[in-house]
């Protein structure tokens, strides 16, 4: 039994398998339909959630299965004081397979250690979000058709953003990859993740300014700034606004540029960018229910 807790724990080739295996599901949706038929998939939120929660459903729903959960913290009994060991203890009675988000690190690692069904982290504090990262990795591989030779930009809040510590993770190991790290001063990458990019050898470089590096970038990642990450409301207003990518920061991009954000996007991205051929995120976003159904067949072996 396996669970997924960070995505290095997927190696290389086991990634380009999920994303095979997605492709398939989006041309065969059909083939895949009963596959999941009598299983169960909880989705344990003990944090707000649109995409996530929902396309893990949509997809157990789209391979037959079934499935039960709660959507916050509050409407389970860790609001009694119930721990996360006894939770997965419990579900384990209940589920087949468990998606679990929560807002402290290491929370759905404990989870996996405890449950005897496999564990899918689906974001954990500002630490890590590897379904995240399957779902971009499978964008960028339908937008460009592959994952190395790519000079790719992630803007905003580097510091908290789980989503880009496990994207850059996955990036360092493909060939001839170049980090561009777009952030105010204080919400640059930590350092554990610039360990992983420095122990890779691949090139990276830092900078606080957009339109600067904009013309050499294959793939810019925008990310929100995590306003539930801050412990000062004060300097979450100052700098909230840094970056926002309207038309105009666009006229020197390159024609070929793709636009990801994980969502959900606050204000750093203008509406007036979701008709740009260029902007990709909305497609992202659905092909995060893809990557998921491969990942869920992968995870109950299922042939
Ligand atoms: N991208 C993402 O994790 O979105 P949600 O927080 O809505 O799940």
Same mark, same amino acid.
């Given at each position: 039994?396996?669970?997924?807790?960070?995505?290095?724990?997927?190696?290389?080739?086991?990634?380009?398998?999920?994303?095979?295996?997605? $492709?398939?599901?989006?041309?065969?949706?059909?083939?895949? #339909?009963?596959?999941?038929?009598?299983?169960?998939?909880?989705?344990?939120?003990?944090?707000?959630?649109?995409?996530?929660? /929902?396309?893990?459903?949509?997809?157990?729903?789209?391979?037959?299965?079934? @499935?039960?959960?709660?959507?916050?913290?509050?409407?389970?009994? +860790?609001?009694?004081?119930?721990?996360?060991?006894?939770?997965?203890?419990?579900? #384990?009675? =209940? &589920?087949?397979?468990? &998606?679990?988000?929560?807002? !402290?690190?290491?929370?759905?690692?404990?989870?996996?250690?405890?449950?005897?069904?496999?564990?899918? $982290?689906?974001?954990?504090?500002?630490?890590?979000?590897?379904?995240?990262?399957?779902?971009?990795?499978?964008?960028? =591989?339908?937008?460009?058709?592959?994952?190395?030779?790519?000079?790719?930009?992630?803007?905003?809040? *580097?510091?908290?953003?789980?989503?880009?510590?496990?994207?850059? $993770?996955?990036?360092?190991? =493909?060939?001839?990859?170049?980090?561009?790290?777009?952030?105010?001063?204080? /919400?640059?990458?930590?350092?554990?993740? !610039?360990?992983?990019?420095?122990?890779?050898?691949?090139?990276? @470089?830092?900078?606080?300014?957009?339109? &600067?590096?904009?013309?050499?970038?294959?793939?810019?990642?925008?990310?929100? @700034?995590?306003?539930?990450?801050?412990?000062?409301?004060?300097?979450?207003?100052?700098?909230?606004?840094?970056?926002?990518?309207?038309?105009?920061? *666009?006229? $020197? +991009?390159?024609?070929?540029? #793709?636009?990801?954000?994980? /969502?959900?996007?606050?204000?750093?991205? #203008?509406? +007036?960018?979701?008709?740009?051929?260029? &902007?990709?995120?909305?497609?992202? +976003?659905?092909?995060?229910?893809?990557?998921?159904?491969?990942?869920?067949?992968?995870? /109950?072996?299922?042939?």
């Amino acid at each position: 039994m396996r669970s997924l807790i960070d995505i290095l724990e997927l190696n290389t080739e086991e990634i380009e398998e999920l994303i095979h295996k997605a $492709n398939d599901i989006i041309a065969n949706p059909s083939k895949y #339909s009963e596959k999941c038929r009598g299983k169960k998939l909880a989705t344990l939120f003990f944090e707000p959630s649109t995409r996530t929660r /929902l396309s893990f459903e949509a997809a157990m729903y789209e391979l037959g299965g079934n @499935v039960l959960g709660f959507s916050e913290a509050q409407s389970s009994s +860790a609001a009694k004081g119930e721990s996360v060991a006894d939770t997965a203890k419990m579900i #384990s009675c =209940y &589920a087949d397979i468990v &998606a679990m988000r929560h807002p !402290k690190e290491g929370a759905p690692l404990v989870a996996a250690m405890n449950a005897t069904i496999p564990v899918i $982290n689906a974001g954990d504090g500002g630490h890590n979000h590897p379904t995240q990262t399957l779902t971009d990795l499978l964008t960028i =591989y339908r937008e460009k058709g592959r994952l190395d030779n790519l000079t790719v930009g992630f803007c905003g809040d *580097l510091k908290f953003g789980r989503t880009v510590h496990s994207l850059i $993770n996955a990036l360092s190991r =493909y060939k001839n990859i170049k980090f561009v790290l777009v952030s105010p001063e204080e /919400l640059k990458l930590p350092g554990y993740v !610039k360990d992983n990019l420095k122990k890779s050898g691949l090139e990276y @470089v830092q900078t606080t300014d957009l339109d &600067a590096v904009m013309p050499e970038l294959d793939i810019l990642y925008m990310t929100r @700034v995590q306003r539930e990450r801050f412990f000062n409301e004060e300097d979450y207003l100052r700098l909230r606004d840094t970056y926002i990518l309207r038309p105009e920061r *666009l006229s $020197n +991009a390159k024609e070929d540029l #793709s636009i990801l954000h994980p /969502l959900p996007r606050v204000n750093e991205i #203008s509406v +007036a960018i979701d008709n740009d051929p260029r &902007a990709c995120y909305f497609k992202q +976003a659905l092909n995060g229910k893809f990557i998921r159904m491969a990942l869920i067949l992968k995870l /109950l072996e299922v042939e």
